[in-house]
């Protein structure tokens, strides 16, 4: 995510901060950021509360997951309000990308969260025979959950609700541009667990760094590769393990045989939905060329349609901060400049902090909108030739989220899927992995490590412990000492009968087994 938290690294700590609404610069509220003192303080309070939620039964912490959904549900229309009041986001898709995916991810820890954290029998091979094996998914301890500003509610608490889930304190650090303060602070008091356990620590760049310094045992970070790798070099020495998602530029990749009606629909909902500023954003489109021109004309058509504004019928809000428009307007003037082809918008609108959507052909390597994450409502269309052609230049990025195929193909989409490098691919669909929150979510490469959402980010926020239980009695295990010539001989042997597929195998090894055990039995008694 380009740009997402370089106003979040300054060093001072101012003594308030305003929020504001993107689309009419009007002055909403302001707040005091959080002290080192204030940090520490929380940092304690959440270890505090750590070590007795571990404990806390699964169907207390489904209590104050359900009050939290009751909580989306009733207030429904005034969190929507407060979303789009400070992140200038259009109504719809302010209900689609931060109520609704935090509704979904929230209903699918209430269905799953207990079977997954169960604890989990697994095979015990025949060598240790009469042994039982288990693991146990333990929580962490104390997460730090570190959002961004594009997503103020669903992507701080979905992080949240998943590391709570798995018996862990959390303290949420919101961007100080889309803080939701009143928001949270409700959600924090919704239930006694919550109280406990859910910290809303709110200011600048600072404060995710005063955090850290307290040595929480995981980190959630969600924001630009540069202040991820900040994160990573401040948690390295203390070795804290950390999640991340990072940047992107994401691509939609249509072949001559695709549905180019829904394609464009698609791209254009895939690039503009948040105004661009989602990570799973479509920013790169590679069209066959047997249909480039047809699909850029029918795109351009589809652009020239959308609805400014943020209201119900609104279909694109304003870009929400102002750092973040002038990259944009940075990277179109670029590609301008070195005769790229601006097929439609290119510039912002009269108002607020609106951006046309806008359509870029004849793209070089020499533009810096090529290669570096756009992150507003700007497109760049190419054509390609074939299928080789199109996996080469797919994966010359240094980035790798979310990809989407468009063909009728299976097979060529199977091959796709399996050759694209990135965490994501929609076929047929675009952005639509992140809301399966079945599915895990993240990416490879320049775009981080880690996965939240599905089996693996749920299990992600615990420390996963092996366990063996044996109940023999009354004799030392064959492989402990004395080591003779003959026990040796005799595990070389077992060694190569249990690479053998010969049905008899089993005979052998109980064979070479048994002679094993006998030597166990002349072992003497300490």
């Not at 530029?249 to 629909?265: C, E, G, P, Q, W």
């Amino acid at each position: 995510m380009q740009a997402l938290h370089e106003k979040e690294q300054e060093s001072s700590t101012p003594r308030s901060i305003t929020v504001f609404n993107p689309a009419t610069g009007e002055s909403l509220y302001d707040f005091t950021p959080a002290s080192g003192t204030d940090c520490r303080a929380r940092m304690a309070l959440a270890r505090q509360a750590s070590l007795t939620l571990r404990d806390v039964p699964m169907a207390q912490r489904l209590d104050a997951l359900d009050a939290l959904l009751a909580y989306l549900e009733k207030k429904q229309e005034w969190l929507l309000d407060r979303i789009v009041a400070e992140s200038g986001r259009s109504r719809g898709d302010a209900m689609l990308s931060d109520i609704f995916q935090l509704t979904e991810d929230c209903l699918w820890l209430r269905h799953h969260a207990a079977k997954v954290l169960a604890d989990e029998s697994v095979p015990t091979p025949i060598t240790l025979m009469g042994k039982q094996c288990r693991i146990l998914y333990q929580s962490r301890g104390v997460v730090v959950v570190i959002s961004p500003w594009n997503l103020p509610l669903a992507i701080g608490m979905t992080a949240a609700m998943f590391a709570f889930m798995a018996g862990n304190a959390v303290v949420l650090k919101p961007s100080e541009h889309t803080p939701m303060v009143q928001a949270l602070e409700e959600i924090r008091h919704l239930h006694p667990l919550f109280e406990q356990a859910l910290h809303v620590v709110h200011g600048t760049g600072q404060v995710a760094v005063d955090l850290i310094a307290e040595r929480p045992d995981l980190i959630c970070f969600t924001g630009s590769l540069n202040t991820g790798k900040k994160i990573l070099a401040q948690a390295a020495p203390m070795v804290i393990p950390v999640i991340m998602e990072l940047g992107a530029k994401d691509a939609m990749i249509v072949f001559n045989d695709a549905d180019l009606s829904r394609a464009v629909a698609a791209a254009c909902w895939g690039n503009l939905h948040n105004s661009g500023q989602s990570c799973t954003a479509t920013e790169r489109i590679f069209v066959h060329e047997a249909v480039y021109e047809d699909f850029s004309r029918r795109l351009v058509n589809a652009s020239e349609q959308i609805r400014l504004g943020t209201g119900a019928d609104a279909d694109l809000g304003a870009l929400t901060t102002d750092f973040q428009l002038r990259h944009v307007e940075a990277l179109v003037e670029d590609a301008r400049s070195k005769g790229a082809r601006i097929l439609c918008g290119g510039h912002r609108s009269d108002c607020g902090r609106f951006y046309l959507p806008t359509i870029i052909a004849n793209t070089t390597d020499a533009m810096r909108i090529s290669d570096e994450e756009i992150f507003g409502p700007v497109l760049t269309v190419s054509a390609f030739s074939s299928e080789d052609d199109v996996i080469v230049r797919h994966n010359n990025m240094p980035y790798g989220l979310s990809s989407s195929i468009w063909t009728e193909d299976k097979a060529r989409a199977e091959r796709l899927t399996r050759a694209l490098e990135t965490g994501c691919i929609n076929v047929n669909n675009v952005m639509l992995t992140e809301g399966n929150a079945s599915l895990p979510f993240g990416g490879v490469k320049y775009s981080g490590f880690g996965r939240m959402k599905g089996v693996e980010g749920l299990r992600g926020m615990t420390r996963s412990k092996a366990v063996m239980i044996d109940s023999t009695r009354g004799r030392p295990e064959p492989n402990w000492y004395p080591y003779s010539a003959n026990k040796l001989s005799l595990m070389q042997q077992l060694l190569s009968i249990l690479g053998q597929r010969n049905p008899l195998r089993y005979l052998k090894l109980a064979k070479v087994g048994l002679a094993i055990e006998s030597l166990a039995k002349k072992t003497p008694k300490a």
